[in-house]
């Protein structure tokens, strides 16, 4: 096992050793899940984020994460700030994107199969609007202002087991930044769009699903929203380095907000 350079860790957090368990997927930063042991024995698991030289987004996370942990939102709690990292609690390896890529598997086995996944589908998208509109409500709060999480990877989602049961948390606030709903919204269902395979059907009524409740639940303008969806999109594909006919993706965007 490696040990990562972080003496104060053991100091502030009174732990005699901590070893990383494995490292995350992560484009901007160095993302640890470390397991640990204090000096009464007691072991523990954590998440330590490296930001590197990139401390205004160091900054800007711990805020946010500080203030919405203060206001009983779904993120992870901050242990310890370090000069260019932050060690977090660690909620659990089970993301949003895993669960729906299970899901579409499942789905396909037969019609028993396909009502169980709706159900459980169902449940996941009334726990991601009250997820969002947790964060919407309590960041309009603190700063006056409307601000938008900036990055909707469906692996900024996890879904942590608790004793009241499964509830999923935001991670990932770096990017946060003043803007409209609508773009993080239709960022959002342009991930769910594009992850492979990508366009199936289940995943246009899966992006459908999510836009009737995202009008049930935020005041959204839909022909905004479809702007966003085509606009994440076309990043996604040069991103990918995919490229879907524009009259496919106009197509997909017209089916999945039609009579929304």
């Known amino acids: 096992m490696t040990v990562l350079p972080y003496k104060e860790l053991l100091k502030n957090k009174k732990n005699t050793e901590y070893k990383i368990q494995a490292q ?3 484009k901007k930063n160095n993302v640890f899940k470390i397991s640990y042991q204090n000096e009464e024995g007691k072991e523990g698991t954590g998440v ?13 996370e711990a805020f946010m994460l500080s203030m919405l942990k203060d206001k009983g939102v779904a993120v992870p709690q901050i242990y310890f700030k370090g000069n260019d990292y932050l060690f977090i609690e660690y909620l659990g390896d089970k993301t949003l994107l ?10 396909q086995k037969g019609p028993d199969f396909e009502i169980q996944s709706n159900r459980i589908i169902d449940s996941i998208v009334k726990k991601v609007c009250s997820c969002l509109k947790s964060c ?12 938008i999480m900036g990055d909707m990877n469906l692996r900024n989602f996890i879904l942590k087991n608790t004793f009241c049961g499964d ?8 990017d946060y930044r003043d803007g409209i709903i609508e773009e993080d919204l239709g960022s959002f269902c342009a991930f769910i769009l594009s992850y492979y395979p990508a366009l199936t059907e289940w995943k246009i009524e899966l992006a459908g699903k999510f836009i009737i409740s995202f009008k049930q639940n935020f005041c959204v303008d839909i022909n905004n929203m479809k702007k966003e969806i085509e606009k994440s999109l076309s990043v996604l594909n040069l991103r990918r380095g995919d490229r879907y006919p524009d009259d496919l993706v106009t197509s997909v965007i017209k089916t999945i907000t039609k009579a929304h």
Not at 48 to 60: A, C, P, Y
Not at 98 to 107: K, P
Not at 167 to 174: G, P
Request: proline letters at 0%; glycine letters at 4%.
């Open 24 to 26: 995350f997927l992560s």
């Open 48 to 60: 330590i984020k490296v930001f590197g030289k990139r401390l205004e987004q160091l900054d800007k």
């Open 98 to 107: 895993d669960i729906i890529t299970d899901q579409e598997s499942i789905s």
């Open 136 to 147: 919407y409500s309590e960041t309009k709060k603190a700063t006056g202002k409307s601000i």
């Open 167 to 174: 509830e999923l948390c935001r991670i990932d606030f770096e």
